[in-house]
């Protein structure tokens, strides 16, 4: 939202420290507890960030985060799904498999499991960073939100991200301080 400039949209916060995914309020929303959720004016709710992305984009299309062209959009949608399966959801996994602020007790075999897979995920988005500004070369795109969402979560859940993805941190640097 905010690097479509994006300001007659409210924002709930919903504190999962203290429980609140599991409010009635929140579950009225998102019955599994989710989030993010966009509600809709006629009262109608939407989870999950990809599709959420993907409607603001057809509402709001300056500027274009997904594509201009049928290629484009199939080469973004492409890498935000894999950064969101093969980055975002194992940094999820480890969080919570090590040190889960929601109270999950530690799960070793899928925390060495997760620090297995995350270096060759985050070693391609590495590559194709480059000295680039963001993931899919000189525009913003919804596979930067997805790996914001991933560094974000791994900062929160005190899971720093190897030196040597030199080109990442470099993005991430950058990046977040768009979104201050």
Same mark, same amino acid.
């Given at each position: ?74 080469? %973004?949608?492409?890498? +935000? &799904? ?5 980055? $975002?959801?194992? *940094?999820?996994? /480890? =969080? ?13 075999? %899928?925390?060495?499991? +997760? &620090? ?5 995920? $985050?070693?391609? *988005?590495?590559? /194709? =960073? ?51």
């Amino acid at each position: 939202m905010r690097e479509k400039n994006i300001t007659d949209v409210d924002l709930v916060l919903v504190n999962f420290l203290e429980g609140e995914q599991r409010s009635a309020e929140h579950l009225a929303r998102s019955p599994r507890g989710t989030v993010p959720v966009l509600e809709l004016d006629d009262g109608t709710f939407i989870t999950e960030s990809l599709p959420i992305m993907e409607y603001l984009e057809e509402c709001y299309p300056q500027p274009v985060m997904i594509g201009s062209t049928p290629e484009e959009r199939a080469r %973004v949608r492409s890498m +935000e &799904r894999f950064i969101d399966l093969n980055v $975002l959801l194992r *940094v999820i996994r /480890l =969080v919570h498999a090590t040190n889960s602020p929601t109270g999950l007790p530690p799960n070793p075999g %899928v925390a060495e499991r +997760e &620090r297995e897979l995350l270096p060759e995920a $985050l070693a391609y *988005v590495d590559s /194709l =960073v480059g000295d680039g500004p963001f993931v899919m070369g000189e525009k913003v795109t919804i596979a930067d939100c997805t790996l914001l969402a991933a560094f974000n979560f791994a900062n929160f859940g005190k899971l720093p991200v190897s030196d040597e993805f030199e080109n990442l941190n470099r993005w991430f640097e950058s990046f977040a301080l768009r979104h201050l």
